[in-house]
């Protein structure tokens, strides 16, 4: 069993991100820029941004957290993504989720210009992502077949069964999966028998965010096993995931930990993508 270490390898990443901006830095041009929006103060969101904006920092990214009171008025919060779209300087806007109970997500999401949509979120980039064109992809969807890609684990004719249908994970990576010619089987909370999708499945990506809903008879002996979820155990206060994972690391031939598996592949990739958003935007400026 080898674990897939998504942290060494975002670090190894990491790297050479950081490479190819200063290299633009050295040419004197401004440096990429991504701004942050956060409404309110959800807790895991504020360990996520704080994290994003470090590692922004550290590879040559400059970054922006805009915080808002969870009552500021809707118009504001839209008047205020018009700004930063018409901003030159700014290459991607991430509008953190979830918003306020009050708050349509959909609506902001959608006001954010696809050029600068650096989750990958907007219906344009998702219509292109759905049909198979080069576009924005979203963070941990694509971290994860980066990762499988570092590993040399090709998911071409692998039967891959996904758990969990969120638009920010498992729906987009159902789709840029079957681009990248894998069978996929997609389970989601009405699904009868998780079991009988998992079983036969080469490779198994669980995102719901329940602790320990995949166990060791669930899957066949050396499945490859990428766990999404990140939950606070409430008897231990360690972060677990949505695999049991001490029992199915024995018959997984690899596997991603919790922490250190999917959730540094997304961040890093949040700077790649901000990264070729600032690539084409100063190519167009030109
Ligand atoms: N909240 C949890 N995951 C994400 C993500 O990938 N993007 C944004 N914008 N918010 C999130």
């Known amino acids: 069993m080898i674990i897939l270490d998504g942290k060494k390898v975002a670090s190894k990443r990491k790297k050479e991100l950081t490479a190819k901006i200063s290299k633009y830095h050295n040419k ?7 701004v942050v929006i956060m409404v309110g103060n959800d807790h ?3 360990v996520y941004v704080s994290h994003k904006i470090k590692v922004a920092n550290e590879v040559g990214i400059y970054s922006e957290l805009l915080r808002f009171d969870k009552d500021i008025k809707k118009e504001e919060l839209y008047n205020k993504i018009n700004e930063l779209n018409n901003d030159q300087n700014i290459d991607g806007i991430l509008l953190q989720l979830p918003l306020p109970i009050d708050f349509i997500e959909e609506d902001y999401l959608q ?10 979120f907007h219906y344009i980039n998702q219509g292109k992502m759905l049909q198979g064109y080069d576009t924005v ?14 590993y040399n684990i090709n998911v071409k004719n692998k039967d891959i069964t996904l758990i969990g249908t969120s638009n920010i994970v498992g729906k987009p990576l159902g789709m840029m999966l079957l681009n990248n010619q894998a069978t ?5 909370k009405n699904t009868k028998n998780i079991k009988d999708h998992t079983i036969n499945a080469d490779i198994i990506i669980s995102a719901t965010g329940k602790q320990f809903i995949i166990t060791k008879d669930m899957i066949k002996k050396d499945a490859v096993i990428i766990d999404v979820g990140i939950i606070r155990d409430p008897v231990t206060n360690k972060l677990v995931g949505d695999v049991d994972f001490e029992s199915v690391k024995l018959k997984s031939s690899y596997i991603t930990p919790v922490p250190g598996g999917v959730g540094p592949m ?3 990739t949040l700077m790649e993508n901000t990264f070729m958003l600032y690539e084409k935007h100063i190519n167009k400026s030109k």
């Open 266 to 268: 997304t961040v890093i």
């Open 184 to 188: 996929i089987t997609m389970c989601n």
């Open 137 to 150: 992809y979203p963070c941990t969807p694509l971290g994860i077949i980066n990762l499988l890609e570092e």
């Open 28 to 34: 004197g041009l401004r440096k990429p820029k991504l």
């Open 44 to 46: 895991a969101s504020e």
């Open 111 to 120: 006001a954010i210009t696809p050029s600068k949509d650096v989750d990958g």
